[in-house]
């Protein structure tokens, strides 16, 4: 897998930019509200899908270099696996059905509930099973989705714009994928 200078650099500018949007944090229980997702939903919109998996990979590794081990227990982390697989997925879609307005909003739709996919079970297993809690299913969903999904529809509204306003001055041009 050869990366090119522009490769390295726009993986390293979104990986950097979803570490740091995660210092802006407005505590609402466990799961806290930061804006990390729109710099996800807009790693998958302007970057191959080869590069969003990189791009969210060191984001990955940047959190457990900084957090140590002990980040892996926090409830929230899998949110973090499941910036991951979001970013690829978003791209992976592009990539094969075009980018329009229609498909982009679609993909991060579809990114979205990966990226809850993975976290929200993550969560439960962190609480209930590390942490000893005892909370529900209903529970978990209120505190891991529900509450977050205003917050949510605005970063992928936002994201989508602004990913439709960069497509084509950034790095998803046709020759950057795989």
Not at 71 to 76: G, Q, R, T, W, Y
Not at 94 to 114: D, H, P, Q, R, W
Not at 125 to 131: A, E, Q, R, V
């Amino acid at each position: 897998m050869k990366l090119s200078a522009r490769d390295i650099t726009y993986c390293s500018i979104m990986a950097a930019l979803t570490f740091l949007s995660g210092f802006l944090i407005i505590p609402l229980g466990p799961i806290p509200l930061t804006l990390q997702t729109l710099f996800v939903l807009l790693t998958g919109l302007i970057l191959s899908k080869r590069n969003a998996l990189l791009s969210q990979g060191i984001h990955l590794l940047l959190a457990l270099l900084i957090g140590g081990f002990q980040a892996l227990l926090s409830p929230s982390f899998g949110f973090v696996f499941g910036f991951t697989v979001g970013a690829y997925v978003i791209a992976f879609i592009l990539e094969k059905y075009g980018f329009t307005a229609k498909i982009a909003s679609l993909a991060v739709l579809i990114g979205s509930i990966v990226i809850y996919s993975v976290g929200l079970p993550y969560m439960a297993i962190i609480l209930n099973s590390y942490l000893g809690g005892t909370f529900s299913i209903v529970q978990i969903l209120q505190m891991g989705l529900f509450i977050f999904i205003p917050g949510d529809l605005f970063k992928a509204i936002t994201a989508v714009v602004i990913g439709l306003r960069l497509q084509g001055k950034v790095a998803r041009a046709q020759s950057h994928i795989n």
